[in-house]
């Protein structure tokens, strides 16, 4: 917008070299051929175009005086685009054309210099008004950069404190449960225990009874105990840590993980998961010469699935159970652990050995307390 409106008021300033050239057709072609330079040199962005215009233009001069009445206008385009050699040829152009084409020199000479230096003027405007115009978008792309990674950072530090939050309150939970077990367990076991020896040495009938109550409470107190270390023990386990310490404890082959779950995953789902990923990796490093595994663990709406795959050529699923039973076994173990969960099994052989597995989320806290044992539990550790 400053272009147009620097051009066009330096062209109505060359229009009043009227007062000096007759108003003919020569001056009104000078005037559509500045007019037509200086919208060129603005839509035409290749620099090569606006000096073939600007040659043009002072080469036309010289067959018609009128061109140089419009000399201003084109000062003003080279000065934009710095062309010196350009400005130094109009300004001895228009001399030239001031001693030979008007009789009274001193009012055009005053005006061409005057319409030189207003061009100057107003190019010199209009460069500090690019500058800081840059200067201000920059700004404005920098200030919303940083806003952006800023917000990112924010995000990753919520995130980042929400993980430690979590993994520090199984941490609390799983030393709470051990504390319970090496402290007060201890203590009731050893109560149980000199119970016993007492009962044994008894002579006394009146004691008995006692004898009998004190037993039923101590071992009711030793089954509370047990029950709250388990399920201390069972919520305190991270699914995440875990599945990566068994990948990274692979050393058969590289291992790819792509983990996307929540952190709420029921313990039954979780000790599920576990156990298969271990009998998989087990069997990868048995029965497959595979290079790479991919393990995938994802968390959709409605379920979970679990994707172990290899690009080993080891036996087909129906013919893992020949090899001494122990890897049919290992499959068999799978189906069930899928089956008590309601979820399906697709095991694969085309391309390397791949079990998909998916468990419906319908079946949360459903799941009795017998298909996770505290064997389990150990095993999974």
């Known amino acids: ?14 229009m009043a070299s009227i007062l000096y050239f007759p108003a003919d057709l020569l001056f009104v072609l000078a005037f559509l051929c500045a007019l037509i330079v200086c919208c060129a040199c603005y839509f035409l962005e290749s620099p090569r175009i606006h000096l073939g215009f600007g040659i043009c233009f002072l080469s036309a001069s010289l067959l018609f005086p009128p061109f140089f009445c419009f000399f201003p ?24 054309h001031m001693t030979h084409s008007v009789d009274s020199l001193m009012l055009p000479l005053w005006m061409g210099i005057f319409g030189f230096l207003l061009a100057a003027l107003l190019q010199s405007h209009t460069g500090q008004y690019q500058r800081l115009d840059m200067l201000f978008r920059q ?21 980042k404190q929400d993980y430690e939050i979590y993994t520090a309150t199984l941490r609390e939970r799983n030393r709470i449960a051990r504390e319970i077990h090496d402290s007060v367990g201890h203590v009731l076991s050893r109560s ?3 119970l016993g020896a007492a009962r044994a040495v008894n002579r006394q009938t009146e004691l008995c ?7 039923v409470s101590l071992n009711s107190a030793m089954d509370s105990i047990r029950s709250s270390v388990h399920d201390l023990h069972d919520e305190s386990v991270n699914l995440e840590e875990t599945v990566r310490s068994l990948t990274d404890g692979f050393t058969f082959c590289p291992v790819l993980l792509r983990y996307d779950m929540g952190r709420k995953v029921p313990r039954e789902v979780k000790y599920c998961l576990i156990s298969i990923l271990k009998e998989a990796l087990s069997n990868v490093m048995r029965h497959s010469n595979a ?3 991919c393990v995938t663990m994802q968390e959709h709406p409605a379920l979970y699935q679990l994707c ?19 890897s049919g076994i290992g499959l068999t173990n799978i189906q069930d652990r899928v089956r ?19 468990i419906p989320k319908k079946r949360q806290g459903t799941c009795e307390r017998k298909d996770v044992g505290y064997a389990d539990v150990v095993e999974a550790f």
């Open 192 to 194: 149980i225990l000199l």
């Open 73 to 96: 206008a084109l000062f003003y385009l080279f000065l934009a685009e710095r062309r010196w050699l350009m400005l130094s040829c109009a300004c001895l152009l228009f001399l030239y």
């Open 308 to 326: 172990v795959e290899d690009n080993g050529t080891g036996a087909a699923p129906g013919d893992c159970s020949k090899e001494s039973g122990r």
């Open 139 to 159: 700004s404005q792309d920098d200030s919303r950069e940083n806003h952006l990674l800023l917000t990112e950072k924010n995000k990753a530090l919520l995130e």
């Open 340 to 358: 008590s969960l309601d979820g399906t099994l697709q095991i694969s052989a085309e391309t390397g050995f791949r079990i998909f597995i998916t």
């Open 209 to 215: 009874p006692v004898l009998d109550n004190l037993d």
């Open 291 to 293: 290079s790479q595994v």
């Open 1 to 14: 917008m400053h272009y147009f409106q620097d051009t066009g008021l330096l062209l109505l300033y060359c």
